[in-house]
DNA sequence: ACCCAGGCGGGCG
DNA sequence: CGCCCGCATGGG
């Protein structure tokens, strides 16, 4: 188990506010730790006040653990900046105060596209049982000791795996209309479409990019940007945010998606997605608007 | 029963 | 361009 001291970081509040780590990982208990496939490695992390532990099983030295798991979970942003910079008002500061430590994850940009490809017109219950669904059905099974114990787990689906599966291999699972777009996903991505030319252009191009994909729209290509390529001025538009921004900034008068997305830019700028994230979660648990 | 969910593509004006 | 509609599925 190594340790790492951390400051400004809440790892409940991190894996709770429905990024990918909610979909596929699984919380402790008590909500203060993580368990998480990394290719074949399982990655676990628990926090106890302003220290976390870790620990791989699989083979993972303990320098690329150390470096995985500070990149996963943003360790590296420098909070009081962010901070400083979204703190724009009091509705953002409740936000802050309440949900401090929260922070924007850094997933693999393929997870991040399926996940939230999945998400479409959807709740976040039902898009963690279908990923799920999907990790246990596709995902290459890895079986690792622990003190004398085995214990199974499986690492998310690989492209490839998804792309051989019909339409309504994938419908067995729950995913309803989206499963034609997740074989067309897994297709793209393990064909023609580089994922990882993505993550070397800038915000606009990448999103341009990233929407030739069927079933990636400009929210969609938002979250992948933030979650998956840690574009920080990405500024996802669903529903909830939508209304929120309505509510708080517009005295409840109705702005279209791109009236929202100049709002965020000029507003938050190169931390919106910070921003967003914190709005997203302190407005969805107030309820706002509902 | 009815409504909605971290939207998107297609068709229309 | 902007607007409107249908869409699989299951939980509140």
């Known amino acids: 188990m190594q340790r790492m001291r951390v400051a400004d970081f809440s790892i409940r509040h991190t894996i709770e506010s429905a990024q990918p780590l909610t979909f596929f990982g699984d919380a402790k208990s ?9 290719g074949s490695s399982m990655i676990e992390v628990e926090q106890k006040g302003d220290s ?26 420098d909070m009081p900046v962010i901070y400083n910079n979204i703190e724009t008002d009091a509705f953002m500061k409740k936000a802050i105060r309440n949900y401090r430590g ?5 997933n693999d940009p393929w997870e991040t596209a399926l996940c939230f490809v999945i998400s479409q017109f959807n709740n976040v219950k039902r898009i963690r049982g279908i990923v799920k669904r999907l990790v246990a059905a596709y995902g290459d099974a890895h079986t690792i000791s622990a003190g004398g114990t085995q214990l199974v787990f499986r690492e998310f689906p690989k492209p490839e795996a998804l792309a051989e599966m019909s339409v309504e291999e994938l419908m067995r699972h729950g995913a309803g209309f989206r499963a034609k777009y997740i074989r067309k996903l897994a297709q793209e991505c393990c064909g023609s479409f580089d994922l990882g030319s993505i993550g070397r252009k800038r915000y606009a ?12 729209g400009d929210k969609v290509a938002d979250c992948t940007l933030l979650f998956g390529y840690g574009k920080l001025e990405a500024f996802p538009t669903d529903t909830w945010i939508k209304r929120i921004v309505e509510h708080v900034y517009f005295d409840g008068r109705k702005q279209s998606i791109s009236d929202i997305h100049e709002f965020a830019s000029e507003r938050w700028g190169k931390y919106a997605g910070y921003a967003q994230q914190y709005l997203f979660w302190a407005g969805r648990n107030m309820k706002v608007g509902r």
């Open 102 to 106: 929260l922070r924007i994850t850094r």
């Open 205 to 216: 191009d990448a999103k341009d990019a990233l929407m030739q994909l069927d079933g990636v």
């Open 52 to 77: 976390i532990g870790f620990r791989a099983y699989g083979s993972m030295r303990a320098a690329r653990l150390r470096d995985e798991v500070r990149a996963r979970f943003g360790l590296g942003d």
């Open 30 to 38: 008590d909500g203060n730790g993580v368990a998480y496939a990394c």
